[in-house]
Nanobody
Framework: QVQLVESGGGLVQAGASLRLSCAASGRTSSSVATGWFRQAPGKEREFVASISWRGISTYYADSVKGRFTISKDNAKNTVYLQMNSLKPEDTAVYYC?????????????????WGQGTQVTVSS
């Protein structure tokens, strides 16, 4: 199993940047693919970005492409989401998620392990 703990959320103004971190523990010696999802009040959880086990391949939702960057440090078992040019519509609880596998996985049902979430609020 994999345990995930997110950090780095907060309240910022539109146009600002934030970096979210996701620390993984547990059975991380096997190939683990990681993703970020978000959920705004009254909306379904939506895909934001994913990164393959070795960090070679990344995949983004169209709404964040060019503004957000996902990366990972396997030595630290940590995945990051750098969020630039934030917009009010980016306001949501952001969840880190993981599964065993080597590819990119953009669907909620692809993932078995979830963090507790971290709130990101962008004011206009």
């Amino acid at each position: 199993q994999v345990q995930l703990v997110e950090s780095g959320g907060g309240l910022v103004q539109a146009g600002a940047s934030l970096r979210l971190s996701c620390a993984a523990s547990g059975r991380t010696s096997s190939s683990v693919a990681t993703g970020w999802f978000r959920q705004a009040p009254g909306k379904e959880r939506e895909f934001v970005a994913s990164i393959s086990w070795r960090g070679i391949s990344t995949y983004y939702a169209d709404s964040v492409k060019g503004r957000f960057t996902i990366s990972k440090d396997n030595a630290k078992n940590t995945v990051y989401l750098q969020m630039n040019s934030l917009k009010p519509e980016d306001t949501a609880v952001y969840y880190c998620t993981a599964r065993y596998g080597s590819g990119n996985y953009p669907a909620v049902n692809d993932y078995a392990y979830w963090g507790q979430g971290t709130q990101v609020t962008v004011s206009s």
